[in-house]
C-alpha cells in the first residue's frame, strides 16, 4: 500500500564505519522524488544516513538533505521508492483544527509490517508556544516522525518529541505514556519544504533580550538587558522598554513574546 508513513528508520552514522545508532522511529513520505521526513530523534544532528525500511521489507539509505532544528524534524533524500508508495496529499490547515475533535496517531517503529495505531483526541493548540498541536492518542519514541491524521485520514502534522517547558520538560521524550503528545503542523511543514529540500538548516529565532521578571511565562513584557549587536538592539530596542505588541498582537507578559518569536527562523 501507501507508504504513509514510511518504513522505520535506523539511523547510522556518516562514517564507513560508524555504528548503527539504538534510535528506530517512523518516518512520513511527502515526495514523489524520494523525500521522506522524520525526525531529530531518529536522525540525530551528527548523523547524515539512515537505513529505511518500507512496509514492503525492503530497504534504502536516505540522506540527510535539510533540518528544522527549531520543530525537531529532519529531511532525507531516499535513494528508492518501492512501486506504489505514494505522498500525503490531503492535508488540514491550521485553522480549521479545533479542540476536541478526533486524531489518529500512526507508526511503524517496530515491525514494517503492521502500523501503530493510537486513537485519541486534538487536546490543545498552539504548543510548545506555538510549534505544534497537542494529542491525546499514545505518542511514543516509536511513532516519533510518524502521521497524525483526522477521521478522514487527512494530515494533521508529524509526531515529533518537541519540549513542554511550561511544565518543566526540555526534550518531549519525558512525555512518553503520558497521553500528552506533539505534532508539527502539516502546513507548517509544507511551508518550509523548499528550504529543506535546498539544503537549509532552520535553526530557532531569537531577539537578545532578557526580560526584567524572572518568572518565564507570567512576568510582565519589560526588558531588562538588551545583547548588543543582536536583532532587538538593532531594532531599536533598549533595556528598560516595554513591549506592548509583537507581529501586530498586543502582548502583557513574557509569555506572549515567546509565542510569537518561537514560530520564527533565526534570519
Not at 535506523?10 to 522524488?33: F, L, N, Q, R
Not at 517496530?110 to 495505531?117: I, K, L, S, Y
Not at 498552539?126 to 491524521?149: E, F, H, I, M
Not at 530596542?237 to 520564527?264: F, K, P, Q
Request: net charge positive; aromatic share 4%; charged share 20%.
Amino acid at each position: 500500500g501507501r507508504c504513509v508513513p514510511g518504513g522505520a528508520s535506523a539511523a547510522v552514522g556518516a562514517g564507513a564505519e560508524a555504528a548503527p545508532a539504538t534510535s528506530v522511529s517512523t518516518g512520513v513520505g511527502v515526495g514523489a522524488e524520494g523525500w521522506s521526513v522524520t525526525t531529530a530523534f531518529a536522525v540525530p544532528d551528527d548523523v547524515a544516513e539512515t537505513v529505511v525500511r518500507f512496509p514492503d521489507g525492503s530497504r534504502a539509505v536516505g540522506r540527510v538533505v535539510g533540518r528544522d532544528e527549531a520543530r525537531s524534524l529532519v529531511l532525507l533524500r531516499v535513494e528508492a521508492l518501492p512501486a506504489g508508495c505514494a505522498p500525503p496529499t490531503d492535508w488540514v490547515r491550521r485553522a480549521d483544527l479545533a479542540v476536541g475533535q478526533w486524531t489518529i496517531a500512526l507508526g511503524r517503529g517496530w515491525d514494517g509490517a503492521t502500523p501503530g495505531v493510537a486513537v485519541g483526541i486534538l487536546s490543545a493548540l498552539d504548543r510548545s508556544w506555538g510549534r505544534s498541536v497537542q494529542t491525546a492518542a499514545s505518542v511514543s519514541p516509536a511513532n516519533y516522525g510518524g502521521a497524525l491524521v483526522d477521521i478522514r485520514g487527512r494530515m494533521i502534522g508529524i509526531l515529533a518529541p518537541l519540549p513542554a517547558d511550561t511544565a518543566g520538560m526540555s526534550s518531549g521524550t519525558e512525555l512518553y505514556d503520558a497521553g500528552i503528545g506533539f505534532a508539527v503542523p502539516f502546513e507548517d511543514l509544507v511551508r518550509v519544504l523548499p528550504r529543506l529540500q535546498a539544503g537549509e538548516t532552520l535553526r530557532p529565532g531569537i531577539i537578545g533580550i532578557s526580560y526584567a521578571s524572572r518568572a518565564a511565562v507570567n512576568g510582565p513584557a519589560r526588558v531588562a538587558v538588551c545583547r548588543a549587536g543582536s536583532p532587538a538592539a538593532k531594532a531599536g530596542i533598549r533595556a528598560g522598554d516595554r513591549i506592548v505588541s509583537d507581529n501586530g498582537r498586543a502582548v502583557t507578559r513574557v509569555a506572549g513574546i515567546r509565542h510569537e518569536v518561537a514560530t520564527l527562523y533565526a534570519g
